[in-house]
């Protein structure tokens, strides 16, 4: 029964796949490619990142951490994790390992959230795209905005913590 919980939206997503593709064989085929690929584009992803979290629990120590991205951080903190956020490439989910390794670590939630939604705009590749294409007017908005409200959702992710009941991990 805990492997069907923990498989339960795994299996529903193939039940529902295999259901389209009963009902609809043409879009059924087109949804069933698109999940293999992006299935694959996963697994191809995954392992290096895997590696590099090991390789950054091993080299950054737990005091360091908590040094730089710890409860009483300020803003060294959110610069740091900036800074981090923004070397990064690839998808969303290639920030959630480093994200639990952060907490892990001893950082704290707001820093941790912050770098998660930095994550999603302030990447460099993505950034000299979208100067390129949308010009600096409007990359320096949308990076101002994003950045100012993702600080306000990790204050609140920070202050709501306990009633959230997060893990501590």
Do not use: N
Not at 49 to 78: C, N, R, S
Not at 114 to 131: C, H
Request: glycine letters at 8%; proline letters at 4%; charged letters at 15%.
């Amino acid at each position: 029964m805990k492997r069907i919980k923990t498989y339960g939206f795994f299996l529903t997503m193939s039940v529902l796949l295999l259901g389209l593709l009963l009902i609809d064989p043409v879009r059924g085929q087109h949804a069933a490619r698109l999940s293999l690929k992006s299935l694959l584009d996963m697994l191809l992803l995954l392992p290096p990142i895997l590696v590099l979290v090991g390789l950054l629990d091993q080299w950054i120590k737990k005091e360091t951490l908590l040094k730089y991205m710890g409860p009483d951080a300020g803003v060294q903190g959110y610069l740091y994790v900036l800074l981090l956020a923004a070397i990064a490439a690839g998808p969303l989910y290639v920030a959630f390992p480093v994200a639990v390794l952060l907490l892990e670590k001893g950082a704290s939630v707001r820093y941790v959230v912050f770098f998660l939604g930095a994550f999603t705009t302030v990447k460099l590749p993505v950034l000299l795209y979208e100067i390129s294409s949308f010009g600096l007017f409007y990359t320096a908005l949308h990076i101002g905005f994003g950045l100012l409200f993702f600080f306000m959702t990790a204050q609140l992710f920070e202050r709501y913590q306990t009633v959230l009941q997060m893990k501590s991990f």
